[in-house]
C-alpha cells in the first residue's frame, strides 16, 4: 500500500499544496487587475466602459457673452439672477423693521384708495404724480446704473418727449396743454391762458418735473462706484479680479508718478482726481454740472479718499438735477424752435444728390405731428422717421437687455472661478 502510494497516486499532503498554489497565484492575479485598472483609468486612456476624466479649462471671461455661447451664457445669468434675489432677501431680512415701515408707508394709500370718501381725488392725484415721478426716476437710474452698458434714456425718452412739448408750444401758441402725465398725444387747447404763453422759460417750466426726476435718477446710479471704492479702501485689502474700475484707478494712481507714459485720457482722468481731491463739494458740483464720461472716475475717487456721503451724493444731486439737466433741456428747447428748425431743412435740400431725399420725409413728419396737434389726424407710424426711430429705439433696448445678460453671466463665472480656486489652494 505504501509502494502503490508513492509510484502511482498523489499523497493527501502533496494536494492541499497544490490547492493552496492554485489559490495564492488566483489571488495574486485578483489583486494586481484592480491596481491596472486604477493605472489605466488614472491615464485616462482605458477602453473600458468608464468614460476618461477631463479637468474644466478656464475660459476668458470676455468670451461668456451670447452671440458666442449662448446656452452657457443664460444658464450662468439664470444662477446669477438667483444668486442675487437670495443677497437681496438676505438683506432685507437684517433691516427688518425698515422693510415692515415702508410696506406700511406704501400699503397705507393703496388701502385708502379702495375707501369711499372726501380723500379719494386727493390720493389719485397724488398717485398718478408719484407714478409719473418714479417712471423718470427709474429711466434716470438706467441711463447710468451701468450693467455692462447703460441704457441712453435722454436720447431715447427724454429728449423726445421735450422736443415734443417745444413743438406743441410753438404751433399752440401757448402750452395750458394737460399737465403731465400727458394723454397718447398732446391737443391744443380751445383758449388760450396768458400766464402760459410759449416762451423758452415757460417751456422749460412745463418739462422742470421730468427733468429734475430724470437728473436724480442719473445721480443716484452713481452711487455704486462710489460705495465699491469706499468699501475696498475701508478693507485694507487689494481690489478683486472683477472690480476691474478699481484695478484701472490704482494703476492710474501709480502712471501719476510717470507724467511721461500717460495718454492724453489718462492725463483727463487725472485732472478729474485732482480736481475732486484738492476743491471737494465744488469740485464734484462741477464734474457733474457738465456732460462727461469720466463722471464714474469722481465716484471712485470720492469712495477711495473716504469724502462723506452726502457731500457727494448732494453735490452729484445738485450738479446732475438742477443744474445739467438745465443745461439739457435748454439745448433741446433751443434747437427745436421753428425758426432754427426751417433753416436747418432749408440747408438739408441743399445738399446735392440726397438733399430732397432727406428733406421730404423730415417736412412730413414736422407736417404730420402739427396735424395731430389739432386733433384732425392721427398719422402715429404712418412716416418712415417714426418707423425708423422706433426701430432705433427698439434696437437699443435689445442691446441693453443683452448687454445685462452678459455682464450678469460673467459675474456669476468670476465669483463661481474665484471660489474653486480657493477651495483648491486650501
Known amino acids: 500500500m505504501r509502494h502503490k502510494n508513492r509510484g502511482g497516486g498523489t499523497s493527501s499532503a502533496s494536494i492541499h499544496n497544490n490547492s493552496l498554489v492554485d489559490r495564492s497565484q488566483t489571488e495574486s492575479k485578483s489583486k494586481a487587475k484592480p491596481k491596472k485598472n486604477d493605472k489605466v483609468l488614472q491615464n485616462g486612456q482605458s477602453k473600458s466602459k468608464f468614460k476618461p476624466f477631463k479637468k474644466p479649462t478656464t475660459m476668458d471671461t470676455h468670451s461668456i457673452v451670447i452671440w458666442k455661447h449662448p446656452i452657457l451664457t443664460l444658464d450662468y445669468f439664470c444662477k446669477e439672477l438667483v444668486y442675487f434675489s437670495k443677497s437681496f432677501v438676505k438683506r432685507l431680512i437684517c433691516y427688518k423693521f425698515y422693510v415692515l415701515l415702508a410696506l406700511l408707508v406704501i400699503s397705507a394709500p393703496i388701502i385708502l384708495l379702495y375707501i369711499e370718501g372726501p380723500h379719494l381725488p ?181 469712495g477711495h479718499f473716504l ?32 425758426t432754427l428748425i426751417a433753416r436747418v431743412l432749408d440747408v438739408v435740400g441743399k445738399v446735392p444728390g440726397i438733399g430732397e431725399k432727406m428733406q421730404a420725409p423730415i417736412t412730413k413728419f414736422l407736417e404730420n405731428q402739427k396735424q395731430r396737434l389739432h386733433a384732425k389726424k392721427d398719422s402715429k407710424g404712418t412716416n418712415i422717421v417714426v418707423k425708423v426711430f422706433d426701430l432705433f429705439v427698439l434696437s437699443m433696448v435689445v442691446y441693453f437687455i443683452v448687454s445685462l445678460i452678459n455682464s450678469m453671466a460673467q459675474n456669476y463665472y468670476k465669483r463661481n472661478h474665484k471660489t474653486s480656486k480657493k477651495r483648491s489652494s486650501d
Open 122 to 302: 386727493l390720493l389719485v392725484w397724488a398717485k398718478t404724480k408719484c407714478v409719473w415721478c418714479l417712471y423718470w426716476l427709474g429711466l434716470g437710474i438706467l441711463s447710468s446704473v451701468g450693467f455692462g452698458t447703460g441704457l441712453h434714456t435722454f436720447l431715447l425718452y427724454l429728449g423726445p418727449h421735450i422736443t415734443s412739448v417745444t413743438l406743441a408750444a410753438y404751433e399752440c401758441g401757448g402750452l395750458n396743454f394737460p399737465e403731465p402725465p400727458y394723454p397718447e398725444q398732446i391737443i391744443c387747447p380751445d383758449e388760450l391762458d396768458t400766464a402760459w404763453t410759449t416762451s423758452l422759460w415757460n417751456i422749460m417750466l412745463k418739462v422742470r418735473v421730468e427733468a429734475m426726476m430724470w437728473g436724480a435718477g442719473t445721480a443716484l446710479g452713481e452711487l455704486p462706484p462710489y460705495f465699491m471704492a469706499r468699501a475696498a479702501r475701508l478693507s485694507g485689502r487689494p481690489p478683486d479680479e472683477d472690480k476691474e474700475d478699481l484695478i484701472e484707478f490704482e494703476e492710474l494712481l501709480k502712471k501719476e508718478k510717470h507724467p511721461e507714459t500717460m495718454t492724453l485720457v489718462d492725463q483727463s482722468k487725472l485732472f478729474v482726481e485732482r480736481l475732486v481731491k484738492k476743491v471737494g463739494f465744488f469740485g464734484i458740483l462741477a464734474c457733474a454740472s457738465i456732460p462727461n464720461p469720466l463722471f464714474d472716475l469722481a465716484g471712485i475717487t470720492c
Open 307 to 338: 469724502i462723506p456721503f452726502w457731500t457727494f451724493f448732494g453735490a452729484t444731486l445738485l450738479g446732475k438735477a438742477a443744474i445739467k439737466m438745465s443745461i439739457q433741456v435748454l439745448f433741446v428747447v433751443v434747437a427745436f424752435n421753428e
